[in-house]
């Protein structure tokens, strides 16, 4: 490796980086950024032309390549083209844009919802927007990046709470200076833990404090509530969050991100935030795909009940043989390991027999939770789930993660 820049400390990071990654490749433990060169249904993809099961999809509902959703998609390209001229403010807003929002807006319960980008555009916007310097942002301490960057990027008094404890919440809510604008963040359903928020507590505890709600419904949209309306419709408590943050690249098989809340809240974001006003409108495909995904989700409710029921029968399933899953009740199965070394040989023995599953290690996690994070949807058939729990199983009693 030669920069020119020998030895200073960002050549030092990336020799460091480079060292890494050659050594989990010799030892054949690489397996980030692998090719997937066919999609078939939501639960198969075939990489360097091994078909395998899919345990690392986040396409909760199994709608990529839905028909219906395809052909929105299609629709959209023949009426609009591919892109969008630049930015929603001046000649990017498509009607396509404003149907979007609208279904948003309808499906979250909402007066008026917007979309940005990507869901990480969306947190950084809509957190930076709103809070500034001398504003107290206290976010959960397992929230995902894009909202810790949205904190940092604001300048706001940042506080993080201990993972779901509300006891920790309300003593940092009680040491925000009287009169001080706050808000609260989390996760609905936590992206590497699969566990869900106290939400009654937390939204009793902003009413208590005064403080803003936000959630972020990355994991919980089309998997929480009977309609997969999220983590509101799941405890039965409508209109009790103020900013209803969400991606349109999980369960919503296309790309973006979206807020939704009181009409004067959205339209302060359509002329405040940067993202929005300095960075492209969605492309037009992308926009139509994810407007129908949300009718689908609606016309087809079974896809709700089946990924809660294929998440319950894997989470028993690895129980039972003995894995520790943490606290998830969701789609999103930690299947804890130990050390880093152990995450990725099991990932190596999983991968060798055919199923697609990845692991998270430290930094991502703490030292010593490293672990597959494992997820199942609604395209996956009982018969597969069986398969994935064997091998893991297997693997994970030779490895020693299990006795
Ligand atoms: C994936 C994710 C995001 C970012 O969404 P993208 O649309 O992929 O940019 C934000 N928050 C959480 C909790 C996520 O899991």
Redesign the pocket.
Known sequence: MDFHHTDDAVTRRIKFFTDREKMLRENDLYFYNQPVEEIKGGSRVVVKGREMGMYASYGYLGLLGHPRINAAAKAAVDKFGTGTNGVRTLAGSLTIHTELEETIAGFKHAEAAITYS???AT?LAVISTLMGRGDYVLSDKLN?A??VDGCLMSGAEFRRFRHNDMADLEHRLQQVPEGVAKMVIA?AVF?MDGDVIDFPRVVELCKKYNAWLMM?E??SLGVLGKTGRGIEEHFDMWDSVDIKMG????TIPS???YVAGKKELIQYLRHASRAYIFSAALPPAQAAAANESFKVILDEPWRIEKVNANGQQFINGLKGAGFDTLLTTTAIVPVLCGSDERAFKLTQACQHKDLFVLPVVSPAVPEGLARLRATVTAAHEPKEIEYALGVIEQAGREIGIIS
Request: proline share 0%.
């Open positions: 990507s869901g990480y947190n995902h894009s909202i996760d992206s972020d990355a994991h991606t349109l690249s999980k790309v973006g991100g």
